[in-house]
């Protein structure tokens, strides 16, 4: 049976992507296809040229841990769990977040197009069609807001377009047209999966739950509140067509949660080994 994964957008929550393909390895559930959503694209693209889970978190790791990347300061939009954060450090986190802001403000991005190029300089230069696994990256058409499915081409510029996110990442301008983070119009693309032969499809979905409870404090909490059940609404609908959906524990991590990634990682495979023995019984193994 030809079983695809369908890997779903959420930001650093998506490393727990890694975690579920190193389950799915070591128990020998072939992959014939891989479709994701921004960093499921970025976490797909890679497994579908190095075919090896190890290898794709150790590449993941340097990746985010080069110069550049550090840069981007993430860990100022993340929120911190620590209660007795001191008056200082919540001052400089605040202030960096606003600068940050401010650049979205004043320009088309936080990020230039030569800092995303050079954030993406080690991701692997290959043309989609000459995959070993068969692969998609879904990206967004901010002209038209269709759903785009990109299955040809260079890799990496279909994930750059695939996980820019808005305000953050500059458009990525191909096929005539500027693309986004294909998180906002499908965040988990099961459908892309079943439209590329997969007759078996594994969802992965790292979107934010709602079960967590939070404080709606002022408008930008509600705003992000709001869009957390955008979110979530739209992958339920796509998760609808999936044959089994793993869903790696979401709480205490954010999309902007990089310092928590070996955490994030052992979610998935956490999550991957509960759904083991249900995949092994459909297929007949």
């Excluded at 058409?141 to 990496?156: A, C, F, I, N, Q």
């Excluded at 965040?187 to 967590?212: C, F, M, N």
């Amino acid at each position: 049976m030809k079983i695809g994964l369908a890997l779903g957008g959420g930001g650093a929550r998506g490393f727990a992507h890694i975690g579920v393909l190193k389950v799915l390895e070591k128990n020998k559930i072939p992959i014939y296809q891989i479709s994701g959503t921004s960093i499921g694209a970025v976490v797909g693209g890679a497994y579908a040229v190095f075919r090896d889970a190890q290898k794709v978190e150790a590449f993941m790791f340097d990746f985010i841990n080069t110069d550049v990347f550090k840069e981007l300061n993430l860990d100022v939009f993340d929120p911190d769990p620590e209660k007795s954060v001191s008056y200082w450090k919540q001052l400089i986190k605040t202030t960096q977040r606003n600068i940050s802001l401010f650049k979205a403000w004043r320009y088309e991005s936080m990020l230039s197009k030569a800092q995303v190029k050079k954030i993406f300089e080690s991701y692997p230069e290959v043309e989609i069609k000459d995959l070993p696994i068969r692969f998609s990256a879904v990206a967004t058409d901010m002209v038209t807001g269709r759903e785009t499915v990109l299955l040809e081409g260079s890799l990496k510029k279909a994930v750059i377009a695939s996980s820019s996110i808005p305000g953050v990442f500059p458009l990525v301008e191909m096929l005539d047209t500027k693309m986004c983070d294909g998180g906002i119009t499908d965040l988990v693309p099961v459908y892309v999966s079943r439209g590329q032969g997969a007759q078996y499809v594994i969802a992965v979905d790292v979107t934010k739950s709602l079960d967590e409870r939070e404080e709606l404090a002022n408008g930008l909490s509600i705003i992000d509140r709001a869009q957390t059940i955008l979110a979530y609404q739209l992958s339920r609908e796509r998760l609808g067509g999936a044959d089994c959906v793993i869903r790696p524990s979401s709480h205490r991590f954010s999309w902007a949660s990089v310092r928590y990634i070996p955490e994030i990682i052992k979610s998935g495979e956490i999550a991957a080994e509960r759904v083991i023995p249900a995949i092994k019984k459909s297929l007949g193994m």
